[in-house]
């Protein structure tokens, strides 16, 4: 195929700009702080981090290397490599993975602009009660017409860096906006840290109780290194096929994951210790960052910078992240079907903008949707548990067995390899990605299928 016409990342920095952009998102900031909330603190922080060593990496370098083999999208991908098999299908089954996960996801990220523009505005400056900021959330969530106009402000900005390409739209704007989410992460973590009390949060989060570790927490932790790391639908596959191939692919992905860890533990730096100062419980669940956050605010020195920051920082996580969602489904098309990168973005965008409306209506907006045919559940939590959990570890679980056992750990390697660097650790690496990826997240799977919970 020719890569000439479907462009490249510039070198290594371009790549981990942008596959940390993707990998770092919600997911770390929003995601990680709540879940490690419910399940514990230290102890499901400690389970996380072994999992993305023993799991995590091995996923990434496996995704990479199919994508940089075939410099092709998920599919192609599959049909290059194996020729006439069925493999395609798990191809297509992360492109359509990518598009609905971009429908829900983009929701949220709608409501992080919401935010934003709340904190520059001055909304967070007086006294919240907890009351009072459950109100906030749910008056902004359940307004239809402002829950839409937020999602759709969100995915119009990812069209607008889509459609410009690989290294004038994606890198771009990466390679300016990942270090400035690094100084406020950092600048944030350092002003959580030092509140009255924040070490406590600090404690909390690295101090592991063992006794806190029972199987549901395992499962949450192996979930959440797959989500964070955006693994499990291509999305990897995709950028690694803009990787140049006279570049260290193993060290760029092992740098992509180190990084993507790094900041849901910096995340957990700023939020743990800020709700400890104010003496606030961590399990507060998905509302954390913006029913209990805003509660805080008021009380931290120039707790007014600190709210524009920190929903500055969560927008620009997702957009990063969004990129990478759409261009999955973007390259796609530009790949199997010819369509030229601009009509690709603004149609596929536009679709998933109109795919999107159910999951913008799911928090009250509409009563139909947020009690989904009655079920009790709402239609966004539901688009989360499908792709979010069940497509994205089947196609996790697949990807192993594929570079694994089908396509083959050697010839894999052989890819890993093929900038003339060696992969140091391809001999631990092959046992990982054929036995403890594959039986690892298999019994995540039967887990959440047998109990019909998800991470
Ligand atoms: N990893 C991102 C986050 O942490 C979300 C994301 C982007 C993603 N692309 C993905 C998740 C692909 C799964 C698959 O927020």
Redesign the pocket.
């Known amino acids: 195929m020719a890569s000439a016409s479907r462009g490249q990342w510039s070198g290594k920095l371009g790549f981990i700009m942008a596959a940390s952009g993707?990998?770092?998102?919600?997911?770390?900031i929003w995601?990680f702080p709540y879940t490690a909330g419910e399940n514990g603190g230290g102890a499901f922080v400690l389970l996380y981090l072994i999992f993305v060593a023993l799991i995590g990496i091995p996923l990434v370098l496996a995704e990479l290397s199919v994508g940089r083999e075939t410099e092709l999208n998920p599919a192609g991908a599959f049909e290059k490599l194996s020729p006439g098999s069925k493999w395609p299908w798990l191809g297509r089954l992360g492109v359509l993975?990518?598009f609905a996960?971009l429908a829900f996801?983009a929701v949220i990220a709608g409501w992080t602009l919401w935010y934003l523009w709340e904190a520059l505005t001055g909304a967070f400056s007086g006294e919240i009660t907890p009351e009072v900021s459950a109100q906030m959330f749910t008056d902004m969530t359940s307004n239809p017409l402002l829950a839409i106009a937020f999602t759709a402000a969100f995915i119009l900005l990812t069209i607008v860096i889509v459609q410009r390409g690989i290294s004038a739209g994606i890198e771009r704007t990466t390679k300016i906006l990942m270090p400035l989410l690094l100084v406020i992460l950092v600048v944030l973590a350092v002003r959580s840290v030092t509140l009255p009390g924040g070490m406590d949060g600090v404690k909390y989060l690295f101090t592991p109780d063992f006794s806190k570790i029972d199987f549901p927490v395992v499962m949450s932790a192996i979930g959440q290194a797959?989500?964070?790391?955006?693994?499990?639908?291509g999305?990897m596959i995709t950028y690694g096929s803009y990787f140049p191939k006279n570049e260290n692919l193993p060290q760029s992905g092992i740098i992509v994951a180190f990084f993507?860890t790094a900041i849901a533990v910096l995340a957990g730096l700023i939020i743990f210790p800020a709700l400890f100062s104010v003496g606030i419980a961590p399990d507060g669940g998905p509302g954390l960052v913006f029913i209990v956050l805003p509660t805080i605010f008021n009380s931290l020195p120039a707790g007014g910078l600190f709210a524009v920051a920190f929903y500055a920082l969560l927008a620009i996580?997702?957009l990063t992240?969004?990129i990478?969602?759409l261009e999955?489904v973007v390259t796609y098309f530009i790949d199997e079907k010819q369509w030229p990168r601009k009509k690709a973005s603004w149609v596929l965008g536009g679709l998933c903008f109109v795919v999107a409306i159910p999951s913008a209506l799911a928090a009250g907006g509409s009563q139909f949707f947020t009690n989904f045919l009655g079920f009790g559940i709402d239609f966004l939590s539901l688009q989360n548990i499908f792709w979010?959990n069940y497509s994205?570890s089947i196609g996790a679980i697949l990807l192993a067995v594929f570079v694994g056992w089908s396509w083959g750990a050697p010839k894999a390697i052989e890819s890993l390899e093929s900038s003339g660097i060696k992969f140091q650790g391809s001999g631990l690496w092959t046992v990982l990605i054929r036995y403890v990826c594959p039986v690892a997240i298999g019994i995540v799977l039967i887990y959440i299928i047998v109990t019909g919970q998800y991470f």
Do not use: C, E, K, P
Not at 226 to 233: I, P, T
């Open positions: 993707s990998a770092i998102g919600l997911g770390n995601r993975t990518g996960i996801y797959l989500f964070s790391l955006s693994l499990g639908m999305a993507d996580a997702a992240s969004t990478s969602l999955v979010g994205l």
